[in-house]
């Protein structure tokens, strides 16, 4: 007569986990020395006004490629809302299975382009096919000088629509712990996504280059910032 007993049960639950200290503080001192960077090349417009002005057409005075249906759709809708959907989804099953590591990354990417809208939303910078050295009306003026009377729409400082595909790497949380290697994959396929979508809108004129890693640092610095506790709450 054999004796049979229980299968052990697995706990599927990817919990919270504890980061060391170092990690915080290194990813610190890049958010800073980034930020004086992109603020240094921002005010300078050297490299802005070089790879926008390769997209320009001098001739027309206009951007061929601002209302280029195929960009339009895979770059500036599709990706996005692709990436946004990816979010919503991830929250909800998170919830439903009681899964807080992927609530927690959620939260990550939609706080991330929460933060970057708001921000956008008092910024008086123009997008380059509203200035007038781009056939528009508006004034441009360097980071962090006085806004000028005719500065335009605005609305275009940091780069909001990169944010969504920078958004994907808060699934190196996700994954770090039990997965390193696909942890710094999703990492390093963020920061490509996030600038590749960033660059398609300066094809159409619609961002200079800067603003698209400005808006990944605010992204960074303030839910990560945020919610760093949360990942104190499980060992």
Sequence with gaps: MTTSFPKPTVNKTKLLYRLPSRFYLFQLCILIILAAVFSWLSR?????????????????????????????????RLLKDLV?????IALLWGLWRRQPRL?????????GALTVGILKGFSHHSCPWSLMEYGGNAASYPLFATAPADSGPGRCFPGGHASSGF??????FMF?????????FFLGFGVFLGLAMGYGQVMRG???????PVGRLVGMGNPGGALRRNFHLVS
């Design 103 to 111: 609530v927690v990354v959620a939260l990550l990417i939609g706080l």
């Design 176 to 184: 770090y712990r039990e997965r390193p290697r696909l942890a710094w």
């Design 44 to 76: 300078d417009e050297g490299l802005d006004r070089w790879m926008t002005g390769y997209w320009f057409d001098a001739v027309s005075r206009s951007f061929p490629l601002q209302n280029d249906r195929l960009l339009d759709l895979l770059n500036h």
């Design 84 to 88: 946004i959907a990816g979010g919503v």
């Design 167 to 172: 958004g994907v790497m808060a699934l190196f």
């Design 206 to 212: 619609a961002h200079f280059f800067q603003p698209q």
